[in-house]
């Protein structure tokens, strides 16, 4: 089991950039692919962005590429979404997710990712 709780979600204006950060419990953090997904009101939850063990992979939705990159820090059993150039359409809640596979697929969906947290809100306006 790994718990996530994330933070830095807030209220920026367009063209703005923001940090999330999610930390993760547990021993095996390391062990984890984790990721990110989120949800705009009246939307479905869509896959955001993916990194490997290492961070050595990264994967990330066409419509965040170029503006935001993820990374980890294993030691301090966290990963990272960094958001720039953000735009009004970005504007939903942000959830890490932790995937224990040992298979490297980045597509997904939302029921392939047995551990969530509870989200933070990120609202960009015009």
């Known amino acids: 089991q790994v718990q996530l709780v994330e933070s830095g979600g807030g209220l920026v204006q367009a063209g703005d950039s923001l940090r999330l950060s999610c930390v993760a419990s547990?021993?095996?953090?390391?062990?984890?692919?984790m990721g990110w997904f989120r949800q705009a009101p009246g939307k479905e939850r869509e896959f955001v962005a993916l990194i490997s063990w290492t961070g050595g992979r990264t994967a990330y939705a066409d419509s965040v590429k170029g503006r935001f990159d993820i990374s980890r820090d294993n030691a301090k059993n966290t990963v990272y979404l960094q958001m720039n150039s953000l735009k009004p359409e970005d504007t939903a809640a942000y959830y890490c997710?932790?995937?224990?596979?040992?298979?490297?697929?980045?597509?997904?969906?939302?029921?392939?990712?047995?551990?969530w947290g509870r989200g933070t809100q990120v609202t960009v306006s015009s």
């Open positions: 997710v932790a995937d224990p596979s040992s298979r490297w697929s980045p597509f997904k969906g939302t029921s392939d990712y047995p551990f």
């Open positions: 547990g021993r095996t953090f390391s062990s984890y692919y």
